[in-house]
């Protein structure tokens, strides 16, 4: 096969192959992590790195072409022949390539690597656009010592396969070895239409091993959940440290319903968890303050959270815009955990947005997480815990920002 180097007008597509059957984790494409759908985090890396002319998701499920065009991919409905167990990837780039003959490179990016970030496509389209490559394939690399099989009732020894058990290498010593990691496989038109994801002028490219995150059972999703949350792309401006929190009361700290004794006095319920994660945030210098569309002052006097609030809001947004101005805050500041129409424009504006699991769908749409836990049962304390993760972030980000900027007066001193 001979390296045909692409014209930098080439038209290079990302295309993320989802198929609704998976038997591992049913609808695994769409399942939530970290309060984002598994297809959200790469479907955002790829158009943030703006190396391609179009981003698509291959798909037979309504469902996954939903969430798809939520995040501005466009969607090709494959078909039955190339969506059974026993499909290929090959296949299903092959079925892509035949409906749209404008596209001269195609970037594969696997839905089950959420730690992938723009810079490492932005760089892999740098080497077949403008180097001239045919195809690229990510690897990851990995210090681990093989030993050849030995299969039960084999009268034989294992063998060593990359080391000397003599002289056995210390880690920091030994380069240790590249494997593929699944992330995303680069090709030409003409490779793949021979029948190739990997030949011609072929190269690597190595990623950290931190955003190596491959999800493929159940019970790698709690590990990949705090992977992504230290290691994951979460858009084009960088994450600032929440200051304010406003939580709506009925559906988010309450679970919405009213009962009515016979004397006609209303009583909620609420959950104590949610109190606590109220209170943490308090102690943590971060202010929480609520807004209901009805007058539930008695009920929050009840509880005794200590927390400015807002009763018989019309409008939401004008309460929010006042406070966020009023304490002199920037959006990226502010969190919103909302649960119903009246708190979409809300969820819009905040820089952190959060919905209990039980929301309404146009309020699920417009947040950035959401919950596992319903309203009124421990979604407040669940989004607490994810603001603590993301400020995590932020910190660790600050610190890398400023060794690196120690590094340069270093540098420059000498």
Known sequence: MEADEAQPCAHMAALVLARGGSKGIPLKNIKLLAGVPLIGWVLRAAIDAGVFHSV????????????AKQFGAQVHRRSPEVSQDSSTSLETIREFLNHHPEVDIVGNIQATSPCLHPSDLI???????????DSVFSVVRRHQFRWSEVKKGENKMTEPQNLNPAKRYRRQDWPGELYENGSFYFAKRHLIEKGYLQGGKMAYYEMRAEHSVDIDIDIDWPIAEQRVLSFGYFGKEPLKEVKLLVCSVDGCLTNGRIYVTEDHKEMVSYDYRDIVGINLLKKRGIQVRLISERDCSKSLSAMQLGCVAEVNATNKLQVLEEWQK??????KEV??????????ECLKKAGMSGVPADACALAQKAAGYICKSSGGCGAVREFTEHIFLLLEKVNSARKQMEEVNSAGEDIGGK
Do not use: M, P
């Open 56 to 67: 698509w998701v291959s798909t037979d499920h309504d469902e996954i072409e939903k969430v």
């Open 123 to 133: 760089k892999v389209a740098n080497l077949i656009q403008k180097e001239g490559y």
């Open 326 to 331: 009023d304490i002199g805050l920037s959006w």
């Open 335 to 344: 969190a919103y955990l909302g649960n119903e129409e009246s708190d979409v």
